[in-house]
């Protein structure tokens, strides 16, 4: 009967964990950012795999998978070493050892770590200031970032300066310089 129910687990894990769904998420404009808070196994490498994740300091991430004969999956054998390097990485996914957001935060693989108490409070004010902000830039952020890896720094430079043009025509930019000159803050409309 084990037997049996470990390959009714693997076909769900399968069927559920999908190499599309993930690849939407990565080519989304916006990814979501996840307030995450509590136990994050399985769900670590989505949280990984979104333009910022804060943490409330009770969430740990976890690798769990070798603890039950598998490896990491979507996307957090790419995303990882990318955000701690090859050796937390490879002891994360090894060992399968909770990493507290507080260690996530000072490894890099998370923005910050909030206390619990004002949490809640603190990351909806970020998702705010994203919200109302100069979103056509963010996606040029975004794109220049996660190129970096591809590119040589004289590719590097051509892309920023590509993008840096494409935003220098939006009603963002516009908006932007005529609130700088006005001393007030802007009003971003996301184009």
Not at 98 to 119: L, P, V
Not at 127 to 155: E, F
Request: charge should be positive; proline fraction near 6%.
């Amino acid at each position: 009967m084990p037997a049996v129910l470990a390959r009714r687990i693997w076909s769900a894990l399968c069927a559920t964990n999908t190499p599309p769904c993930w690849n939407r998420l990565w080519s989304a404009r916006c990814r979501p950012l996840p307030p995450s808070t509590g136990q994050l196994p399985g769900r670590a490498s989505l949280a990984l795999a979104t333009d910022v994740v804060i943490a409330s300091e009770s969430a740990y991430f976890l690798q769990a998978f070798t603890r039950i004969g598998l490896m990491p999956d979507a996307g957090g054998t790419w995303f990882l070493p990318r955000q701690i390097g090859l050796a937390k990485a490879m002891g994360a996914a090894l060992f399968a050892d909770k990493i507290t957001a507080r260690q996530a935060d000072d490894w890099g693989m998370i923005w910050e770590a909030i206390g619990d108490e004002g949490f809640e409070a603190h990351w909806r004010a970020r998702a705010g200031q994203l919200a109302s902000g100069p979103t056509a830039a963010y996606s040029a952020v975004k794109k220049a970032i996660r190129g970096t890896y591809d590119n040589n720094l004289p590719d590097q430079l051509a892309t920023e300066a590509h993008l840096q043009g494409e935003c220098g025509r939006t009603r963002d930019f516009r908006e932007g310089v005529v609130a700088f000159m006005e001393k007030r803050p802007a009003k971003f409309e996301g184009r």
